[in-house]
C-alpha cells in the first residue's frame, strides 16, 4: 500500500499516532527524573532521547506540548538538572506506566512503584533500577512552533555504567545490560546483535 499525504492526514487520530510513530523504527527509551523546587519528585516515560556529539557530550530529547499534568520541563528548567536512565525488562510495565498524565506534585516514582535514588550530590533523582543512567545539565531549550513540542539539550556531566558493560574502547554493551528499545508507542523489545563492525574507512 502507499499512503500519501491526504492518507494520512485521513487517518483517524490514534490511528495515525500509531502509524507516524512506528514509521521510524525502533528509538531508545528511556526515563526521565526530574525535582521541582518543593522536593516533589517527578519520572516521564521518554523515546526521543538522541546524540548530539561527544566533545562536549550532548544530548538532546523533544518534549511534548506542556500540560496541566507535565511537570518535566518546567522541572529542568527550575533546577537545571535531570536524569537519563536507561529501562530492563524487569520494570518494562513500571517505566510504561510512568506515561500516565498524572497531576504536578504527584510522585511517578511512588504510584509505580520505582526507587528514587541520589548520587554524587546531583539535586535530581535516578532510578534505581536502572543498570545504565546518566546526569544532564540543561543547556538550551528551543521551542518547535511547528508542533508546539520543545527541543531540550543537555550536556551529560555523570555517567553510572557497570564495569562488566565498559568494553576496553569505551564501547558500551547495552544489549548485555539488558537495556531494551522501543517502536510506536507502546510497544518494547530486547535486541540481538548482528555484529560490531571495524570503523569505515574509504
Not at 528511556?30 to 519528585?41: A, H, R, Y
Not at 513500571?94 to 539535586?123: M, R
Not at 532510578?127 to 544532564?136: D, Y
Request: proline share 5%.
Amino acid at each position: 500500500m502507499i499512503y500519501n499525504e491526504n492518507a494520512i492526514a485521513a487517518f483517524e487520530r490514534r490511528y495515525r499516532a500509531n502509524f507516524i510513530n512506528s514509521l521510524g523504527g525502533f528509538k531508545s527509551l528511556v526515563l526521565i527524573g526530574t525535582k521541582n523546587s518543593d522536593g516533589s519528585e517527578n519520572l516521564a516515560t521518554l523515546s526521543s532521547l538522541f546524540h548530539l556529539g561527544a566533545d562536549p557530550a550532548l544530548c538532546g530529547i523533544i518534549l511534548r506540548p506542556a500540560t496541566m499534568f507535565s511537570s518535566t520541563l518546567d522541572n529542568i528548567l527550575e533546577q537545571q538538572y535531570y536524569t537519563i536512565n536507561h529501562v530492563s525488562p524487569v520494570f518494562v510495565q513500571q517505566a510504561h506506566q510512568c506515561s500516565a498524565k498524572y497531576p504536578k506534585g504527584v510522585s511517578e516514582f511512588e504510584k509505580v512503584g520505582l526507587t528514587p535514588e541520589y548520587l554524587e550530590k546531583i539535586p535530581v533523582p535516578f532510578v534505581r533500577e536502572s543498570k545504565i543512567k546518566f546526569a544532564c545539565n540543561f543547556v538550551q531549550e528551543t521551542a518547535i512552533e511547528l508542533n508546539g513540542t520543545t527541543l531540550v539539550i543537555g550536556q551529560i556531566t555523570t555517567a553510572f555504567v557497570p564495569n562488566r558493560y565498559l568494553k576496553d574502547d569505551g564501547y558500551i554493551d547495552i544489549e548485555e545490560a539488558g537495556t531494551i528499545t522501543s517502536s510506536g508507542l507502546d510497544s518494547y523489545h530486547t535486541t540481538s546483535r548482528i555484529e560490531r563492525l571495524p570503523y569505515a574507512k574509504p
